[in-house]
């Protein structure tokens, strides 16, 4: 139905940046929102940051003055721009969306989750 794909990930030093995407296809007929949660080994999984149609934007406290998230609108694209990094934000990091697909049974949206992508920092 909609397929998310991450990209972006890698291994940084720490102090670096890193920018993740996230692609939205499939039977998309409008997008209530798409963000970045992050998870580490025998961790919960967090949000990091969120965008939301109408809404505007959500970040956790650790990463409000370093990380910025932004959407393409007409590529169904968000990034997640990531400054001054540090080892604490070492994880996998996953795109969700909440997703009003076409044709839909019921008008609800639903959440779909990208297969992640990993970010290391580490010197």
């Known amino acids: 139905q909609v397929q998310l794909v991450e990209s972006g990930g890698g291994l940084v030093q720490p102090g670096g940046s890193l920018r993740l995407s996230c692609a939205a296809s499939?039977?998309?007929?409008?997008?209530?929102?798409m963000g970045w949660y992050r998870q580490t080994p025998g961790k919960q999984r967090e949000l990091v940051a969120i965008?939301?149609?109408?809404?505007?934007?959500n970040y956790a406290d650790s990463v409000e003055d370093r990380f910025s998230i932004f959407r393409h609108n007409t590529e169904n694209t968000v990034y997640l721009q990531m400054y001054n990094l540090s080892p604490e934000d070492t994880a996998v990091y996953y795109c969700n969306a909440d997703v009003y697909l076409i044709n839909s049974e019921n008008g609800a949206p639903i959440n779909f989750w990208g297969q992640g992508t990993q970010v290391t920092v580490s010197s």
């Open positions: 499939g039977s998309i007929f409008s997008i209530s929102s």
């Open positions: 965008w939301t149609n109408g809404g505007g934007v």
